[in-house]
């Protein structure tokens, strides 16, 4: 009994990752201090006030850890340590809040407090490694998996379990699959293989058939799901929601909704904040540079397409003569372009002309990492052409993005490349995660040096 209560349920995987992310808080904090406080070799006895802190901090982090992230199933161990790094940010950040605004923090040592937070962003790490490894050997050992028996639709099924094969941490194993016209056999199968969940995908002309299916398996005891025909259609963040009492399928929806909004939200001001305040000066003389060698403003402001589609002002620096393109037009710059200042050419090829954008992260209008904003001509042009080209403004607008990693940067010329950045701004929304932005944040410069389809 007590193994198939850990085979069917997550709380206990749950609670084991709570456990170890308390440990691992509580351990951070002791090493801190006796970094801190140390003396000849003998242990630092903590004051009741300190081991207070230390309690209240770790049990409302690993709280916190549990309610905004995914734990287990949650995908790589890249993303699981990312998603917890921030998470201990967040509470750590907080802490430093609520000690100021109650004046006690004189009380605690601030070289202790840092050194609390750099020790145990390690520890926490070390908790996640050690929480991926022990429930791994679980599945391995054959705990917590799902059996799964799918009916119907051979080529609908095969997609599905692409899927499955594709998400060797979901602990789902595809034990069985039938086409969905023959009752009796299922109801055999279901006794014979005893699966935890029934999937049962209809094309929807062969809907009909669900009443003979769910009447062969009144008896079943396994979770049985309805998996709808919309595969051909483009599935952003596929899931279900509950409106009004009513489950829904989602078959369109931003991925910035609830938890993830805040921590998009907290991580574009603090890395936008850092930067600006790390590259004021070059900002500065950038704008001297733009001012003395050519007539016009310094910032070059452009209205495009934000959030939902509601129009923004996004700010560059000055790269071109000022100009006025007839019929309202937007050309894009090529490789031998007049309009381009020299100044301005060295600026776009290393992306320099886009560090004013950061004043608009910070005024809410972008993200330091979305899908690049185009022109608004450009936009009304593509919408017409690229099928699923309005999914990409379901996030604010980047000034970095997966698709200007992967090499979608600079002038796209043809209708391929316009649907290859399309394709990969996509599987951005469809693969956000913390950990990923991070990973573009890093890889922008490396990418923009390795580009040269930027002129």
Not at 13 to 30: E, M, P, R, S, Y
Not at 225 to 251: A, E, F, K
Not at 382 to 411: D, F, M, S
Not at 423 to 447: M, Q, V
Request: aromatic content about 10%.
């Amino acid at each position: 009994m007590a193994l198939l209560t850990i085979r069917k349920s997550t709380s206990i995987t749950n609670f084991i990752v709570q456990v170890l992310d308390f440990i691992a808080i509580c351990l951070g904090g002791w090493m801190a201090y006796q970094f801190r406080f140390a003396n000849g070799g003998e242990w630092a006895v903590p004051s009741s006030d300190q081991i207070l802190l230390v309690l209240i901090l770790a049990g409302s982090a690993s709280l916190f850890f549990s309610t905004v992230y995914r734990m287990w199933p949650g995908g790589a161990l890249a993303a699981m340590v990312g998603r917890v790094t921030l998470g201990w940010l967040i509470s750590w950040t907080f802490l430093l809040v609520v000690l100021t605004f109650t004046k006690t923090p004189g009380i605690f040592s601030r070289t202790w407090l840092i050194t609390w937070l750099l020790i145990t962003i390690g520890t926490l790490w070390i908790s996640r490694v050690l929480s991926f490894l022990l429930m791994a050997q679980m599945r391995r050992s054959g705990y917590m998996h799902k059996r799964v028996l799918m009916v119907g639709d051979i080529e609908l099924m095969a997609t599905v379990r692409e899927r499955v094969i594709g998400a060797t941490w979901s602990g789902y194993d595809i034990v069985g699959a039938i086409g969905s016209s023959d009752g009796a056999v299922l109801e055999r199968l279901d006794i014979e293989l005893k699966p935890d969940e029934i999937w049962i995908g209809l094309r929807m002309e062969d809907h009909a058939q669900l009443d003979n299916l769910m009447q062969a398996l009144s008896q079943s005891v396994a979770n049985i799901r309805l998996l709808p025909d919309l595969m051909m259609y483009q599935i952003l963040n596929h899931g279900m929601s509950v409106t009004l009492g009513i489950p829904m399928v989602d078959i369109s929806v931003s991925p910035m909704f609830g938890g993830r909004l805040v921590v998009k939200a907290v991580q574009d001001y603090i890395v936008a904040a850092l930067i600006l305040l790390l590259i004021s000066p070059l900002m500065l003389a950038i704008a001297m540079a733009i001012k003395l060698s050519s007539e016009g403003p310094v910032l070059f402001k452009q209205k495009r397409h934000g959030w939902n589609g509601k129009e923004i002002w996004v700010y560059k620096f000055r790269s071109m003569v000022v100009h006025q393109e007839s019929g309202g037009g937007v050309t894009q710059a090529r490789k031998v372009d007049p309009r381009v200042t020299p100044i301005g050419k060295f600026l776009r090829k290393s992306s320099l002309d886009e560090l004013p954008q950061f004043i608009n992260v910070l005024q809410g209008r972008m993200s330091v990492v979305g899908p690049r904003p185009h022109a608004l001509a450009h936009n009304v042009e593509y919408l017409k052409l690229i099928p699923n080209y309005a999914l990409r403004h379901k996030v604010k607008p980047g000034i970095t993005g997966w698709a200007q990693i992967c090499g979608y940067r600079g002038e796209t010329d043809t209708l391929d490349k316009m649907e290859g950045r399309i394709k990969h701004d996509i599987y951005y929304l469809e693969h956000w995660s913390l950990w990923l932005d991070l990973k573009i944040i890093f890889l922008t410069p490396l990418a923009t040096i390795q580009n040269k389809n930027a002129y």
